[in-house]
């Protein structure tokens, strides 16, 4: 148990579907983050938030759509998505957003674009 | 460019002592962190580095070297429930984190 829960553990939808990742956090974190892993490869950073404000978005495609309506709250709204979004799309946070402080994840969610 | 290299796979023996690499070359540096990631699971924090040396928890060390630098995780006592990904993360000059692509770790009996 990280403190940091996250809904669906698994996803697969079609490239014309809508759907949304939800993630809570129980830590008092004011900064979460959300991320993209693939097989072999770094961590890649999408999106920041510090205080419920967006902080950064590192040139991810709109269709994906961050929102985060509480310190304790992020989501991931997915729309017409392409075979190569296939990932783990994992979700963590931070006391701060000061790039020292440990980052608590979830489990992910293991999405499969048809 | 910013770059963080690590082995990919890495195997040893239940019982055995390995030590896992980790060479950086980023924009400034204000600290390394190493964490554990089981198949299927989140990663998890096993520690933080930002002076020379090395610090040890338990049956986990995690050395630096500013100047080369290069960090390393050393497990001691291995045991199956090590078997995982380790993933080193540079802190650099803006606090950005900087992530290598992780070491699998296979350990056999």
Known sequence: ?114 | GQNIDQPTEMTATEGAIVQINCTYQTSGFNGLFWYQQHAGEAPTFLSYNVLDGLEEKGRFSSFLSRSKGYSYLLLKELQMKDSASYLCAVVDSNYQLIWGAGTKLIIKP
């Open chain 1, 1 to 114: 148990e990280t403190g940091v829960t996250q809904t669906p553990r698994h996803l697969v939808m079609g490239m014309t579907n809508k759907k949304s990742l939800k993630c809570e956090q129980h830590l008092g974190h004011n900064a979460m983050y959300w991320y993209k892993q693939s097989a072999k490869k770094p961590l890649e950073l999408m999106f920041v938030y510090n205080f419920k404000e967006q902080t950064e978005n590192n040139s991810v495609p709109s269709r994906f759509s961050p929102e985060c309506p509480n310190s304790s709250h992020l989501f991931l709204h997915l729309h017409t998505l392409q075979p190569e979004d296939s990932a783990l799309y994992l979700c963590a946070s931070s006391q701060t957003r000061e790039g020292n402080q440990p980052q608590h994840f979830g489990d992910g969610t293991r999405l499969s674009i048809l």
